[in-house]
């Protein structure tokens, strides 16, 4: 395992380069950049069939900064030098926690000033040279592709807010305990979480774009899959604990193709450290799993894989909106719901039962998709007919 790109260099090259970058961290990064540009293709292919279109927006040309927005631009600035010069005293301490220095109250108030400074005073040098003696209102045009910066932006933001939120949830125990702690670490993201508050903020953000719930959420279905397998890829990199139950079954025969560690595995130097010790491991993440466990991060990027493959290659063929963002829940549903068989995960006593967060979710989200493709055909059906009715009595007529 290499919990971060540093562990991979020294594995690689035998040298130590102490790098902020944790290696969830960087296929989270990898993912949404990937999911952006096949957002942005699917609006620009949308636009050109005429299915969403472009909107209209006033911009006032000429007017200067205001006090309100030279605020704002120092707060952003006072941040960032605030972080950004404690960075460079502290180099060694941020490489290595990067996570918790983000979150912390640590930073140097020079840094704050500074950045202050400089950030307002670059927009009002900006503001200035656009200034005119009387400003006036214009209007622009707005393509729908040009909107996929803030789709992702809202994603990423609301998406890790509703992670943690459902993830405090699923751990209620944890974040009674340690409430800040919950919430500002980087572990414990739960994706379906992230997934229904990020889509209810892009709804909410698109629709007022003139984009329908619906071909937005058929638009998305495709990177979410995949964006959603590159982002186990980085689980099973880091070994962050979403790993599967014990496995100390002996590998089938007809698996005899796949190596050992597809099958059952010890997630040597996980990033939590879990498990037992390393022999002659010295530093940090020294420890592997004993027994092994299904190595189920990678059983879902294979899987995820493929049904983004399909969505793909089929999202020409479907013309109906809403039936690809059906297929997708129905798919995600069915994914999620039995690989949380042999996944580790909290549960929840139901009459009896003890069922995960993510087991009673993906039943909603397959059920949903199921009653939303029902609707859609219905509707689409009884369209077609009335249109035929319609067209037989012009013909009597």
Not at 214 to 234: C, K, M, N
Not at 368 to 384: R, S
Request: overall charge positive.
């Amino acid at each position: 395992m290499y919990p971060t790109v540093s562990d991979l260099i020294k594995d690689i090259f035998g040298i130590y380069i102490p790098l902020p970058i944790q290696s969830f961290g960087l296929f989270v990064a990898i993912s949404f950049i990937i999911s952006a540009f096949l957002i942005m293709e699917e609006l620009k292919r949308k636009e050109n069939l005429g299915v969403i279109s472009v909107v209209k927006k006033k911009i006032l040309i000429g007017k200067p900064a205001s006090a309100s927005e030279l605020l704002i631009m120092a707060l952003l600035g006072f941040v960032l030098g605030y972080k950004l010069l404690e960075i460079v005293f502290n180099y060694t301490y941020f490489a290595s926690n990067p996570q918790t220095f983000i979150f912390s109250s640590e930073g140097n108030i020079y840094g704050g000033i500074i950045g202050a400074f400089i950030t307002a005073y670059l927009r009002y040098r900006e503001k200035q040279k656009q200034k005119l003696e009387k400003p006036y209102w214009d209007e622009v045009i707005v393509h729908p592709f040009e909107l996929t910066g803030n789709i992702i932006m809202y994603a990423a933001v609301f998406g890790i807010i509703g992670s943690k939120i459902f993830n405090s949830l699923e751990n209620i125990d944890d974040f009674i305990s340690d409430p800040f702690g919950s919430l500002f670490s980087f572990s414990g993201l739960t994706f379906y979480g992230g997934f229904i508050i990020a889509a209810i903020v892009i709804i909410i953000y698109t629709k007022k774009k003139n984009i329908p719930p619906l071909v937005i959420a058929d638009i998305a279905a495709p990177s979410l899959i995949l964006g959603y397998a590159i982002g186990r890829i980085g689980c099973q990199v880091a070994g962050d604990g979403d790993w599967g139950i014990v496995n100390t079954m002996i590998k089938p025969d007809w698996l005899a193709f796949l190596p050992d560690w597809l099958w059952a595995y010890n997630y040597p130097h996980n990033v939590l450290s879990e498990g037992i010790a390393i022999p002659g491991c010295v530093g940090k993440h020294c420890f592997m799993l004993d027994p092994p466990v299904f190595p189920t991060p990678i059983y879902e990027t294979i899987i995820c894989t493929l049904f983004f493959i399909i969505l793909w290659s089929i999202r020409k063929k479907i013309t109906t909106t809403g039936v690809m963002f059906a297929i997708f829940l129905m798919m995600n549903g069915v994914e999620r719901f039995f690989i949380e068989k042999i996944r580790v995960n909290n549960k929840y006593h139901i009459f009896g039962k003890g069922v995960t967060q993510a087991e009673i979710i993906s039943a909603i989200l397959f059920f949903a998709g199921v009653v939303l493709l029902i609707y859609i055909l219905n509707k689409k059906k009884k369209n077609n007919s009335n249109a035929d009715n319609a067209d037989i009595t012009d013909i009597r007529g």
